[in-house]
């Protein structure tokens, strides 16, 4: 992934241009102030919104600005459920050494330049922003206690900071911060590198439990989402492609629909060949949404299908039971001699194999566009605010200052908002009117026009040797691509891939069979799958060994050591070790239990995350699982918001659960044939467990817990159901292996 | 057609009469907090009460709803702002992640706690089926309403 040209550019500006930071804080006024993000309602336009920024706020970079009135922390990236809008301000505070609750959180509005990246993927937001963040708290702090230092003409090493106030304990003075703010902002803004960082056995607000700070709109059911912008005439718009991806419009009844009740206008849209933007289509444009869909049963179009995805998984899945015979053309790895080793050792094969899924994520894809003044102003929920600014600009010829984003609070992103197809067809569609017009899709687009997870195939063969150590380990991965030698997204493998490191004689090769319906990034992209694939197989070798995984896995990580020496974001085996052993203690691994009941333990490392699950399962007669508790150890190094770390790996464990159950998408004539929730099932509460997460703090560099508590999960409650059955399972959802 | 809202009669014009009361309440009552998900009743995210009960206002007519009670969850806190006591239970467990099924979850557990003030951890899985969490929050959401209740949580 690019990083930042120069992460430390925001905090290098001496003097805030007060015009550019109106300009930008503009949105940061009214309902604002009160945690709302735009709430739009129809008698209060969001331009009318802005209220002028203090002239002598002190802002002495992107994310703080104080003034006589209060603390304001700006958040830079989207929030799609992973709790940055809390947490990115919090290290902020935290250096700062501001009361949390004297802190308004303000989401921020997209500007490169002042934010570098802002983006939601790859558990990447925390690493990436825990420096910057740090410092621009530190260089605020720094210069609120210059500015006391100065006031009282002390020197100030002599004073200390607490609660947002400074503190010159040798004669009991205290200046609030917000008192000082006047002064401060008159003050040069220090170097970066001239201002001290706590040391985290300092952190007062870092790892502690702190709510959400939407909760309280959240509750009350005030206006935060994409989906929930309201501007004065607003028009509402549907929009209809060709069930198979990259058909083409070849006739539609547009004069029928453009006569029923509530509808404004009807067009078709060519498609501009980019299935991440602009696909061919008809917009259905109407007064209020339900006149929009309602019309979409009166639609009859023709397609033009002869480009189109003729995808079918039943075909695919034959021709990969085929393959699975034999090895594949492209090596990605050939460590030792695998066949020797083979030869040698006691053997074991699975066929393993994983369904496309959905993102599903719950909000359905939306934007409102509005064309006006030469400017296109959207409220989008992406995850990609800043690709989207630019394709917007590129795809209606615009520079890219003429193109306005507000983030909106995104509900679910999983990844599908990594694309913002969406947000390319509101423009098409808003640029032909001079009202401001919000793009719904139906639940039936986003599960038909999703960027899906592929599914995929792995046939292994593995030996243990005569100690019941692994000896040989050989995969040949089965998977898509687009066309061009590329696997699609999530259908890489990579030569050192968990247990490669630990194997001697280890080889993978690959197959790619054509596709056509996009694929995309999905929590945890290969990693989701894979885990599955290797830490089940892993335990069919501990198995066959006749070895206990717990002591299989910790005598397989050995030594404590990097395996990449001097990378912090690689595997560590000392701390593998430590998480393994934190969550099998936990979970009573080793102890007794009834018939039909089992233990699986799996560990995974992704996203420079070590992290390892014990699930506790009970399989009756009918072959029904039931997932009674889920134990997890954790090691992201140090925690910046208790509450949102144990409520994200709560979160994996059970999008985990509800996918390996019982989520599917199948294709025939490039139609997805799940269309809606009824056939495609998400976990409700009576499947639920209970998910215990065990954190150990470390010294660590942070790392991000969006992803790498999911991918341990499946292997784990599948190893458990072999401990409760004597069954393998080695087919996702399970409920295509006949599991209920 | 005059509907009933929070208390409030408010009077609708609407382009077709079968116009789901979701629709209404979001577009036409500017209402936001009662969310799409599905349109099919298979989610929960835009569950409301009709006279008390838990509803999917995605699958039913707002036209067949005059003379009826409808509450939305912009209706649940009191008049002076302060949180209904499941409201106040969901922040303080801090319960959301993404947040956009939590006014629905809220709704459904504000009409179960209704009808059972301490319901058994099996009438709270049963009741609160019908409404997803795609982010996985569900044992905030059962702590969140035994505190709601005053029932001390299960080890």
């Known amino acids: ?740 | 057609m005059r509907l009933n809202v929070n208390g409030q009669d408010h009077e609708v014009d609407v382009v077709h009469d079968d116009t789901p009361l979701l629709w209404v309440l979001r577009d036409h009552l500017g209402m936001v907090g009662t969310k799409f998900g599905c349109g099919i009743g298979m989610c929960g995210a835009c569950t409301v009460h009709i006279d008390g009960q838990a509803a999917f206002s995605c699958s039913v007519r707002a036209a067949d709803l005059e003379g009826r009670a409808i509450t939305t969850i912009e209706g649940l806190a009191a008049a002076d702002g302060t949180l209904h006591r499941v409201q106040q239970a969901w922040a303080d467990q801090d319960v959301a992640q993404c947040g956009y099924c939590q006014s629905g979850q809220i709704m459904r557990a504000t009409a179960l706690l209704e009808k059972h003030a301490k319901p058994t951890r099996q009438e709270i899985d049963e009741a609160m089926a019908g409404s997803v969490c795609r982010c996985g929050t569900y044992n905030r959401i059962r702590l969140a309403i035994e505190d709601a209740a005053g029932i001390s949580h299960e080890a």
């Open chain 1, 1 to 740: 992934m690019k990083h930042n040209k120069n992460p430390n550019a925001l905090l290098s500006v001496t003097k805030l241009d007060r015009r550019a930071f109106l300009k930008l804080t503009g949105y940061a006024g009214g309902g604002l102030m009160l945690g709302i993000t735009v709430g739009c309602s129809p008698e209060e336009p969001s331009s009318a919104q802005s209220q002028p920024a203090r002239a002598d706020a002190f802002a002495p970079n992107a994310y703080v600005q104080i003034t006589e009135e209060g603390i304001t922390i700006y958040a830079p990236s989207p929030e799609i459920g992973q709790g940055v809008k809390t947490s990115f301000p919090m290290i902020v505070a935290e250096e700062l050494d501001a009361a949390w609750e004297d802190v308004t959180v303000i989401q921020a509005d997209i500007d490169a330049e002042r934010y570098g990246r802002q983006a939601a993927g790859g558990s990447a937001g925390i690493p990436r922003a825990w420096m910057p963040l740090r410092q621009a708290g530190a260089v605020a702090r720094h210069m609120l206690v210059a500015a006391a230092a100065a006031r009282w003409e002390v020197d100030a090493t002599e004073l200390e900071t607490l609660d947002s106030t400074v503190i010159h304990a040798a004669t009991g003075r205290t200046l609030s911060y917000l008192e000082l703010a006047r002064e401060a902002a008159d003050l040069p803004v220090p170097d970066v590198d001239d201002v001290t960082l706590k040391d985290r056995s300092q952190f007062r607000l870092l790892g502690k439990r702190i709510g959400g700070v939407d909760n309280t709109p959240l509750v009350t059911g005030a206006p935060l989402f994409g989906i929930d912008t309201r501007l004065p005439q607003l028009l509402y718009a549907t929009y209809v492609k060709c069930p198979a991806r990259g058909g083409e419009v070849e006739s539609a009844n547009i004069d029928a629909v453009k006569q029923l009740p509530g509808v404004v206008d009807a067009f078709v849209l060519e498609g501009n060949g980019n299935s991440r933007e602009l696909l061919p289509g008809v917009a259905i444009v109407a007064v209020d949404t339900w006149s929009a869909f309602k019309a979409r049963a009166t639609l009859e179009v023709v397609w033009d299908e002869s480009r189109a995805a003729k995808d079918s998984t039943s075909s695919t899945r034959a021709r990969a039971l085929e393959l699975a015979r034999t090895e594949g053309d492209d090596e990605i790895v050939d460590d030792g001699d695998v066949e020797d080793a083979l030869a040698e050792g006691k053997q074991v094969s699975g066929f393993y194999e994983y369904a496309f899924v959905s993102h599903a994520q719950l909000e359905p894809q939306n934007t409102t566009a509005w064309w006006h003044d030469g400017i296109m102003e959207l409220w989008a929920p992406t995850q990609s605010p800043q690709r989207a600014q630019s394709m917007v600009a590129d795809l209606i010829d615009l520079d890219e200052d003429e193109v306005t984003v507000h983030q909106m609070r995104a509900g679910g992103g999983f990844g599908r908002r990594a694309i913002n197809d969406v947000v390319a067809e509101a423009v098409v569609i808003a640029k032909r009117f001079d009202r401001p017009v919000k793009l719904t899709w139906k639940r039936e687009d986003d599960m038909n026009f999703d960027f899906f997870r592929a599914g995929g195939f792995h046939a292994l063969t593995g030996a243990v040797d005569a100690d019941g150590r692994i000896s040989a380990w050989r995969n040949h991965f089965i998977s898509f691509t687009h066309g061009g030698g590329r696997p699609v997204i999530g259908g890489s493998i990579r030569s050192s891939i968990d247990p490669g490191p630990f194997v001697d004689n280890y080889r993978i090769t690959q197959t790619l069979m054509p596709w056509q319906t996009p694929c995309g990034p999905w929590r945890a992209p290969g990693s989701n799958v894979i885990a599955f694939v290797h830490q089940c197989f892993l335990h069919e070798l501990s198995t066959a060994a006749g070895r206990d995984h717990l002591e299989f896995l910790l005598d397989l990580m050995g030594e404590p050591r990097w395996l990449d020496e001097g990378n912090a974001r690689a595997l560590n085996t000392g701390r593998a070790t430590a998480v393994i052993k934190l969550a099998a203690e936990k979970a009573g691994w080793g102890r007794a239990l009834p018939d039909g009941r089992g233990l699986g333990l799996a560990f995974y490392f992704s996203h420079a995350a070590h992290i390892a699950e014990v699930a506790e399962v009970s399989v009756d007669a009918d072959k029904r699982v039931t997932v009674e508790r889920v134990t997890v150890g954790v090691d992201v190094g140090p925690i910046i918001n208790l509450s949102g770390a144990e409520n994200q790996v709560q979160g994996s464990v059970i999008d985990g659960l509800s996918t390996m159950l019982d989520q599917a998408v199948t294709f025939e004539q490039g139609r997805a044939q799940q269309t809606n929730f009824h056939q495609y099932s998400l976990l409700r509460m009576p499947r639920a467990p209970d998910v215990d997460a065990h954190f150990i703090i470390s010294e660590f560099p942070p790392t991000g817990l969006g992803e790498p508590a999911l991918p341990p999960l499946a292997p784990a409650v599948a190893n458990a159901i072999f401990d409760a059955t004597g069954e393998r399972v080695r087919r996702l959802p399970i409920s295509h292996a006949g599991w209920v």
